[in-house]
């Protein structure tokens, strides 16, 4: 299994910019694709960003531009850097990772915060 750990939530000034983290541990050589979602309350979850195992990223059009996902191998950390952050960004943020053992599984991280307010 893997374990995941985000951080670098917090409040943001409309704007402004923050850099979210995501620390995998366990069998992280059965990670296919991670991917960072967000949910606000009585809104739907919503993929933000994923980048596959060989590298490609996808984004969702209402951060493209904007939000860059990107990842170091050597410290099996994924991130997802936030710029020109607007109040409808905010959410609580997860990261999940697609893992291919006997069959594919996913893990989901506990969350962090994003508050995009003045």
């Known amino acids: 299994q893997v374990q995941l750990v985000e951080s670098g939530g917090g409040l943001v000034q409309p704007g402004g910019s923050l850099t979210l983290s995501c620390v995998a541990s366990?069998?992280?050589?059965?990670?296919?694709?991670t991917g960072w979602h967000r949910q606000a309350p009585g809104k739907q979850r919503e993929t933000v960003a994923i980048?596959?195992?060989?590298?490609?990223?996808n984004y969702a059009d209402s951060v493209k531009g904007r939000f860059t996902i990107s990842r170091d191998n050597a410290k099996n950390t994924v991130y997802l850097q936030m710029k020109g952050l607007k109040p409808e960004d905010t959410a609580v943020y997860y990261c999940?990772?697609?893992?291919?053992?006997?069959?594919?599984?996913?893990?989901w991280g506990q969350g962090t915060q994003v508050t995009v307010s003045s």
């Open positions: 999940a990772v697609v893992v291919m053992s006997a069959s594919s599984n996913e893990y």
């Open positions: 366990g069998n992280i050589a059965r990670i296919y694709a």
């Open positions: 980048i596959q195992r060989g590298g490609n990223t």
